[in-house]
């Protein structure tokens, strides 16, 4: 659908050269672009991290719309995912259509397999890869891989739009620790990953939460999700 509509828009824009006409093409071509990503076929995206990190949690409260997940125990992903459709969902106080494509495990044997599967599959606008406040060598080693991946994966990257780290399980670490001291740990990742978003135009970001109980999804979801439409509000 994005290729259609892309050739569609060149096609029309080729043969005009006023700069008025072509900036309002461009801009309905946007509002194009949103209504059919966010209302129709779904902003493509994925969730990746090290396992036990929250990951199908994080869909699920996405899928459910609820305030808080504390009962939720889902059992551990098997190899391959699990496929998972197209659902609208409350996201600031616009209804949005998300399509994550399949859940994928965090063992790291899964990483070659089921992540670079999904990556290929679903050519993600975006990303959100989480981690939490344990095993840090882990959690370094899948966010290294990841960026590996977006570095090689040239067709897939294509519509990357932005990547969000979510530190997740805050309420097991903020009372103890705060999120600028668990990023320390992670200094060379980091300035990774923003030179990457520099050179390949996406956005890279950070933030903090805790999935079950519901504090700092709403906010970080927001963010991210307005980041990969096609026209940010």
């Not at 700069?19 to 309905?28: C, G, R, T």
């Not at 969902?89 to 599967?117: A, F, N, Q």
């Not at 997740?168 to 200094?187: C, E, H, Q, R, V």
């Not at 805790?210 to 990969?228: E, K, L, P, Y």
């Amino acid at each position: 659908m994005t290729n259609l509509i892309d050739q569609l828009f060149s096609a029309v824009v080729g043969t005009v050269n006023n700069s008025k006409v072509l900036n309002s093409l461009s801009h309905s071509a946007d509002r194009i672009y949103d209504f059919v990503y966010v209302k129709v076929f779904g902003l493509p995206f994925i969730v990746l991290g090290a396992r036990q990190t929250g990951k199908t949690t994080l869909i699920e409260w996405l899928r459910q719309n609820v305030a808080s997940l504390e009962e939720y125990q889902p059992a551990p992903t098997a190899p391959g995912g699990d496929t998972v459709a197209t659902f609208s969902s409350y996201i600031g106080d616009e209804m949005i259509r998300l399509k994550p494509t399949r859940d994928v495990g965090g063992e790291y044997e899964m990483w070659e397999t089921d992540w670079v599967e999904l990556f290929r599959e679903t050519k993600p606008r975006g990303i959100i890869f989480l981690i939490d406040h344990t095993d840090v060598l882990k959690h370094k080693d899948a966010l290294n891989f990841l960026m590996n991946m977006i570095e090689e994966e040239d067709a897939a990257k294509h519509n990357l739009k932005a990547l969000m780290i979510l530190v997740n399980k805050s309420d097991l670490w903020l009372t103890n620790t705060t999120l600028d001291k668990i990023m320390a740990n992670y200094g060379n990742e980091i300035k990774r990953m923003h030179n990457q978003a520099e050179r390949l135009g996406y956005q890279a970001t950070i933030y903090s939460s805790s999935v079950t109980t519901g504090v700092g999804v709403r906010d970080s979801m927001r963010t991210f999700f307005n980041a990969i439409r096609p026209q940010p509000r």
